[in-house]
């Protein structure tokens, strides 16, 4: 028999009956058995079905139109059973019911710093599930909630399903609670009084069901709330054992049971008594492809009548388990609810159940329905109605703006669409075109598809990068009417302007010379023309909030996110003419979104305004629902805006404030904005219930939509972050704003630790290198030392050399928990005040930090070099060695200051010498061949001891030392680079460093030219002949010369890794260092690049297999780009928190000023 097929997720979706050894522990094995017994009767609600066996096949035939324009067909079968019982759930094995033969259906789970085993378990039978419901809930004679969540509830809705209210929060009410035990006061509604007492919410259901086919459908649209999901799944089996736990003590103490998260997954894919039948009830075949095409004329409406079925399979169960069993024992009733956003299925869901006069008789608890149906927003709001302390309305995501006045500027939506209502309002924005259009217009090349990138200063400029032929096209998006909704990092699709639009030619009077798309000179009458139904009050201050965003918000001025100036091979201007003369720059709107980028919490402040105009009082007029949505000082704003000549001198945030901040009719919530601290991200409009609470405050907002009638998108509180100007809480900002991992280790990882005691002793295969005087020189209290050097004389004359580089891959097998785990981080981030470590602090600084007078492991490079720095041979060893000392920089700078007559006898002024002596030589080579010598402003704060805030500011030091360091770990990473492509010339992991656009270089050229200073970029050469003649130039003034090094920097692409596969031999070069391949070796303690250099390198000289994974391009390729990404926000953090210092230390230590 064939095989069923394998669910999203094995360990989630295996079937076990602890009830019954003849059954499996995963229904869907590889080695399903006909003979098995799949024929008990379990104890279920009797859902009218046909009379099957457990295992059969329901076929389903389809139709659908090629891109040839005819009709084809499609049959697939689905294999279907009457034995998965109601669900499945993860326990903590051994804790009852956990009796899972295998490894196949089990996971790992970290839970409360613990690593746990988790198993599934079947609830076989329905007296199963109501045990399940009832034990998490402490109501005797009060609802159990059961909640079947739809596909959009996983995609917008886990803010609200990952909510779980802490213990702490139910002690403080347990007295408030027993006096409110009959549902008075607040538990009602002024107008409608509340049938359900009142009760402690922990979270919005008793359990959750999660469909499969729910579950497939969100990992199909976003894998990252997939990824949530299953991990909330797994998460919540420890909630089982700690509802118990909890229960007994409780009991035992005279109180009711513990309550917590409960996650049930439903095969209902699989499952018989959810399926849509078109052909089990007898009729014709013609009957059959009528009745398809009646019910579930798509996929998208099969899977939404399936979802219903399983929210009322479990309906009619739990109503006839109730029915069998009142005892007047434990009674409580039980309510399930559908919770879906989609309106279409919430009616359904009411009209396909059973007519009021086919309802059973004694179903008053639940309105004659077996389920209900609910928005999330509503559902939430009955539950805040039952719990007034419940604060969950903030993490409803918004999919419509509020009602709210008619735009006077705008375009009139063709459509009126929407569940809420929005009050009839203009469109604001043209509508987006239907994915059978784009999808057309795609690939007839009217269209184009691109990544949207936003100007760091403006979320209304921006460009998308297309392909035109073999060309890469930088496409500028200019105006909010073109921009339409995008948001940085949405892919979209494109339509050129006519070609007399683009910037550059005479109509738009200049060439637009904005690196970031669209701060040219020619956007006045363009934009007028284009973009003038798109223009309110807002624009008019335009200008004037991108400066103040961006002094406002400083420390997050610089993104991870590379901007066009940053690429490379991307065309800014086009020739329009066939001689190729005349070059514009391209423009385009965006006709569509083809996939949202609205998974990034952002962080920021809510800007609210004080009303000080009096409103008029109620018995002077009658107000609409609409006016009252609109506080005054919108009207004020729009009254003095119509002031002729008279310009406003509103702050633009609370000109945006004033114009969208209202009321809603249900006096319980308002609309606020959030400004991002992003400049490229626009305002977000927030429904809130506690707006007084976030003013002042830093929170995290999630994006949830962007309606045609809003002009602003909306979104929904995720937390609070502190209080804004406080060192932790900005500090917190930049980390989340530049994605930093910071969370804890897991124990995962944590369990890949070798043991506290480890002792470190000579292996086979390891060349021991202990007798040698190994030494390390590093900044003052520097723990993870990555590197150490020694310098002896040979028999020969010569000298060996050697380059130590802590040996991390020994501890750090591929493919573990802590090699993921250090792939994602790919680095430590260095704050002022703080260290965040790619790895564990055992490794970091104990067991691969190579501190002095201990052994430790190394991986080494040894040359063989004459006195004149002249290379004779190299080797590569797996070692270990005995560090004599541990100097900082000023303490080598001493020995190699120290007189020679003084030497004799000294092994480490001697080694520090000879190093001195061939880094001079080896850096003079460099130089002469074009080697950049450029600058950087680096900092260095003395903090106070118990605040740590700054208490100075000093400039860093750099000694001789610090050069001499730094050219030996060049020359040992281009001397790995060369080894590891010997051998693995399309797999080795390098860094290139591309030659800067002349673009970028402009402005420092013609600046240059005001003080006499010529700058030539042609090469590195060139570029360092030019400032060394400018340093003769510049003679009397120093720092001038030094700020045209930090300029010469900034002006540079960064750089980059790469897998070698993925570029020319010629593509290798690093500009910076003049050579011709180079790659990170030397400090795999907090670089990931390094790791898998060493392993390179380790299965180059033959002690270790290369893992398989870096065999695959692929998987390289998606490397080397997270370890991009990760190294620049590092960077930008790193210098965000010198921003925060230096600002701290400027305003006297007192951070809540400013």
């Known amino acids: ?616 009082e109620e018995d002077d007029i009658a107000p609409s629902e609409t006016e009252l949505a609109r506080p005054a000082a919108a009207a004020a704003f729009e009254s003095e805006s119509k002031m002729e000549g008279e310009r406003t001198t509103m702050h633009p945030h609370d000109v945006i404030a004033a114009k969208h901040e209202r009321e809603h009719p249900d006096g319980v919530t308002s609309t606020v904005v959030f400004f991002p601290i992003d400049n490229r991200i626009p305002p977000i409009l927030l429904r809130t219930t506690q707006r007084d609470r976030l003013i002042g405050m830093r929170i995290l907002v999630s994006m949830d939509s962007w309606p045609a009638e809003s002009e602003y998108p909306l979104g929904h509180y995720v937390k609070t972050l502190g209080v804004t100007g406080t060192k932790e809480t900005e500090t917190q900002v930049l980390l989340q704003e530049f994605r930093i991992p910071c969370e804890p280790f897991p124990a995962k990882v944590l369990a890949c630790l070798p043991p506290a005691d480890y002792k470190i002793e000579l292996e086979p295969g390891r060349t021991d290198l202990r007798h040698l005087p190994v030494l390390s020189i590093d900044p003052p209290g520097c723990k993870d030392i990555d590197d150490a050097l020694h310098c002896i004389e040979l028999p020969n004359g010569n000298w060996q050399v050697g380059v130590h580089i802590a040996d991390v891959t020994h501890y750090v097998e591929a493919g573990t928990a802590i090699d993921l785990e250090a792939a994602n981080r790919s680095t430590s981030t260095y704050l002022v005040n703080k260290r965040l470590d790619m790895l564990p602090s055992l490794l970091t600084t104990d067991l691969c930090s190579l501190k002095g007078n201990v052994d430790r492991f190394a991986f080494s490079v040894l040359w063989e070099v004459t006195p004149e720095a002249e290379i004779v041979n190299v080797d590569f060893k797996k070692s270990i060695i005995h560090s004599i000392a541990a100097l900082t920089y000023q303490q080598a700078q001493a020995l190699i200051d120290k007189p020679e007559k003084d030497c004799k006898g000294d092994i480490q002024a001697g080694a520090v010498k000879r190093l001195a002596k061939l880094a001079r030589k080896f850096r003079s080579r460099r130089i002469n061949a074009g080697a950049l010598t450029l600058a950087s402003p680096e900092v260095k704060f003395v903090l106070d001891s118990e605040s740590l805030n700054p208490t100075d500011v000093q400039a860093y030091t750099l000694y001789e030392a610090n050069a001499l360091v730094e050219e030996f770990m060049l020359l040992a990473n281009v001397t790995v680079a060369k080894k590891i492509l010997r051998h693995y010339p399309t797999l080795s992991i390098l860094r290139r460093h591309p030659a800067p656009n002349r673009s970028m270089f402009d402005g420092l050229i013609q600046k240059a030219k005001t003080r006499g200073i010529s700058i030539c970029i042609d090469d590195s050469k060139k570029l360092a002949d030019s400032l060394d003649a400018a340093a003769e130039i510049t003679s009397d003034d120093p720092y001038l010369n030094q700020l045209l090094r930090i300029l010469s920097t900034r002006c540079m692409s960064p750089a980059q890794y790469f897998c070698s596969g993925e570029y020319q031999a010629k593509d290798w070069h690093h500009y910076g260092l003049a050579a011709p391949v180079y790659t990170h070796f030397t400090s795999p303690i907090r670089r990931y690049a390094d790791v898998c250099v060493h392993r390179l390198l380790a299965a180059a000289i033959g002690v270790a297999p290369l893992p398989v994974f870096l065999s695959s391009k692929s998987y390289l390729h998606d490397l080397a780009a997270n370890m991009n990404r990760r190294h620049r926000a590092a960077q930008l953090a790193g210098r965000a928190s010198v921003q925060l210092h230096t600002l701290i230390f400027f305003a006297g230590g007192d951070e809540g000023e400013g």
């Open 1 to 616: 028999m064939t095989p069923i097929p394998t669910p999203p997720d094995d360990e989630m979706m295996a079937v076990h009956h602890p009830d019954d050894d003849d059954h499996d522990d995963d229904h869907d094995d590889d080695d399903h058995d006909d003979d098995r017994d799949c024929h008990d009767d379990h104890d279920r609600s009797p859902v009218p079905t046909p009379v099957l066996t457990s295992l059969h096949t329901l076929p389903t035939r389809r139709y659908h139109l090629t891109r040839r324009g005819k009709i084809a067909q499609s049959t697939t079968e689905r294999y279907l059973r009457d034995d998965l019982g109601f669900g499945t759930v993860l326990v903590p094995d051994g804790n009852g019911g956990g009796r899972g033969r295998g490894g196949r259906g089990r996971t790992d789970a970290t839970i409360a710093g613990k690593i746990v085993r988790l198993v599934p378990r079947t609830l076989g039978e329905v007296s199963s599930l109501w045990e399940l419901l009832t034990r998490r809930n402490d109501d005797d004679g009060g609802t159990v909630r059961l909640a079947v969540v739809d596909t959009n509830i996983l995609l917008h809705h886990m803010d609200v399903l990952e909510y779980l209210r802490d213990d702490d929060d139910d002690d403080d009410d347990d007295n408030d609670e027993n006096e409110n035990e009959n549902g008075n006061d607040d538990a009602t509604s002024p107008s409608k009084p509340n049938p359900h007492p009142r009760r402690r919410h922990r979270s919005i259901a008793d359990a959750i069901v999660v469909p499969q086919t729910a579950l497939e459908e969100c990992r199909h649209r976003s894998l990252v709330m997939y990824r949530r999901i299953v991990d909330l799944i797994r998460s919540s089996g420890d909630d089982a054992t700690r509802a118990d736990d909890k229960g007994r003590k409780q009991k035992k103490n005279g109180g009711g049971s513990g309550s917590e998260r409960c996650f049930i997954v439903f095969a209902d894919v699989h499952h018989v008594d959810t399926q849509i039948f078109h052909g089990w009830k007898g009729e014709s075949k013609a009957d059959e492809e009528e009745g398809v095409e009646d019910g579930t004329t798509t996929i998208n409406d099969e899977n939404d009548a399936r979802l219903r079925n399983v929210a009322r399979f479990y309906g009619e169960a739990l109503y006839d388990y109730r029915r069998r069993r009142r005892t007047g024992a434990r009674n409580a009733n039980a309510e399930v609810v559908f919770l879906t956003d989609d309106a279409q299925s919430r009616r359904l869901a009411s009209s396909e159940q059973p007519p009021p006069d086919e309802r059973p008789g004694d179903a008053a608890d639940r309105g004659g329905l077996y389920y209900r149906a609910r928005s999330m927003r509503d559902h939430v709001s009955l539950l805040q109605k039952e719990d007034p302390s419940l604060t969950l309305l903030d993490l409803v995501a918004q999919f419509h703006s509020a009602p709210g006045p008619p735009m006077s500027e705008g375009i009139r939506g063709k459509d009126g669409g929407g569940d809420d209502d929005s009050g009839g309002r203009a469109a604001c924005y043209p509508p987006h075109l239907s994915s059978q259009t784009l999808s057309r217009g795609l690939q007839t090349n009217r269209y184009y598809q691109g990544i949207y990138r936003s100007d760091r200063d403006s979320h209304t400029e921006g460009y998308v990068t297309i392909r035109r032929g073999e060309d890469r096209v930088a496409v500028v998006i200019r105006g909010k009417a073109d921009v339409n909704r995008a948001v940085d990092g949405d892919i979209v699709a494109i339509e050129l302007h006519s070609v007399d639009l683009w910037l550059g030619g005479a109509r738009n009077g200049g060439d637009g010379s904005d690196s970031g798309g669209g701060g040219g000179d020619g956007d006045g009458d363009e934009e007028k023309e284009r973009g003038s139904q798109s223009q309110t009050a807002d624009d008019r201050n335009e200008g004037h909030d991108r400066q103040t965003k961006k002094d406002d918000a400083g420390i997050a001025a610089d993104t991870a996110e590379p901007s066009l100036r940053d690429a490379e091979n991307i065309a800014e201007e086009v020739a329009v003419d066939d001689e190729g003369e005349e070059l514009r720059r391209p423009t385009a709107k965006i006709v569509g979104i083809i996939r949202r980028n609205f998974h990034k919490n952002y962080c920021g402040s809510i800007c609210t305004i004080a009303v000080s105009a009096a409103a008029p």
